[in-house]
């Protein structure tokens, strides 16, 4: 680039923290280099702020409600034919990012949502783009969505999910298996962050995201029934942050009642277990944090496969009541925590702290080096 400033555009969206998580990792992973210029974009939330709120809750609200309707929408979207159609719908959305595109001029745009190289795809039938690179924030239940509209490259989190895009029609040289990019704390981990050892106090995360009519009842049970230190999440919920923190008297010094914080990877670096939902963001944070989780609940479609890399890889278990969470705590740390630790070994096998920097020295790479058109990425 001969020492002129290379501007990346990074492609995100509100739906699921997933998306936003990983793009604000490969921001600050890009920064890193020099000469680079790296930017956030969400263009549903540029094209129309009150449509995208709106569609936003309404989104997050089918997940945690009626988590079966939103699985046959994932199953629809993943087979259906018709989606290119569907996608014509937001031609406005494609228009703005055009004009975004024409004027900072990018060497490169990386998407960490499924529906940005659909639009892309639209923009190139009139006009030229930079090199377009997916970064795929689902785990081996992949949504077809991320791969079949062209991409440069593709970005997964593990073998497994590179398979899933080999047999669903993308070159393997085009698909790498980096990590999901978690932010950059996970590998530049301070040494006041170092995960807790088997002699420690026993800490336990408790991340509220939904189920929150059970929340009390197994924020009580732990404590009743454990003897373990506990801090919960409690995100914007002002009432459930109030209604936990009534509990803290009962059991002084062990619970630690949390509303919204930014401090997750710091908690999860410090916790020995964390209590969660399957989310994209968490799960891989927890990963790289090296924090066996305990899955309290599944989301059908993409956090299937979430659960599904722990599963597979033992390290980490499922507990839906606030019994069965207990009994799994109690069990982790039995016979001076054999199976806590076992599940510990196993994550530092699969985590990749350093994926967000992984993808930033592979883009610039590849935007640097001359090589043929991007289009003809997917075997047709």
Request: net charge positive.
């Amino acid at each position: 680039m001969n020492g002129k400033r290379r501007r990346i555009l990074i492609l995100t969206a509100g739906y699921g923290e997933g998306h936003n998580s990983a793009a604000r990792a490969l921001q600050a992973a890009f920064r890193e280099e020099p000469a680079v210029e790296a930017t956030l974009v969400d263009t549903f939330a540029d094209y129309a702020p009150r449509m995208n709120d709106w569609s936003r809750k309404a989104y997050l609200g089918i997940i945690n409600r009626a988590p079966g309707l939103w699985g046959g929408c994932y199953r629809w979207l993943d087979r259906s034919r018709s989606v290119p159609n569907l996608f014509r719908l937001l031609a406005g959305q494609a228009r703005l990012l055009a004009r975004r595109i024409e004027q900072e001029r990018p060497v490169a745009l990386c998407c960490t949502y499924p529906v940005y190289p659909w639009l892309l795809q639209q923009i190139r039938r009139r006009e030229s783009i930079p090199p377009v690179f997916t970064v795929v924030t689902d785990a081996l239940t992949i949504n077809s969505l991320w791969f079949r509209a062209p991409s440069r490259r593709w970005y997964v989190t593990d073998e497994g999910s590179a398979d899933v895009l080999v047999r669903g029609g993308v070159l393997p040289a085009n698909v790498e298996v980096s990590g999901f990019p978690v932010g950059l704390a996970f590998a530049d981990r301070p040494p006041g962050l170092q995960p807790p050892d088997n002699s420690a106090r026993k800490r336990v995360l408790f991340m509220v995201n939904s189920g929150r009519a059970a929340a009390g009842a197994t924020v009580r049970a732990i404590l009743e029934r454990t003897d373990c230190a506990l801090t919960v999440t409690a995100g914007r919920d002002l009432h459930l942050q109030r209604q936990l923190e009534g509990i803290a008297p009962a059991f002084p010094g062990r619970l630690q009642v949390l509303g919204w914080t930014d401090r997750i990877p710091e908690l999860l670096m410090t916790h020995h277990l964390v209590i969660s939902k399957a989310g994209g963001a968490t799960t891989q944070e927890a990963i790289n944090a090296l924090c066996p989780m305990i899955v309290s609940q599944v989301v059908p479609g993409q956090e299937e496969g979430n659960w599904e890399l722990l599963r597979r890889n033992a390290a980490g278990v499922r507990a839906d009541t606030p019994d069965e969470i207990c009994a799994v705590i109690r069990r982790a740390f039995a016979e001076e925590g054999v199976l806590w630790q076992s599940w510990r070994r196993q994550l530092a096998v699969i985590a990749r702290p350093q994926a967000a920097r992984t993808i930033a020295a592979s883009v610039l790479a590849r935007v640097e080096a001359p090589v043929g058109s991007d289009l003809f990425s997917r075997i047709t």
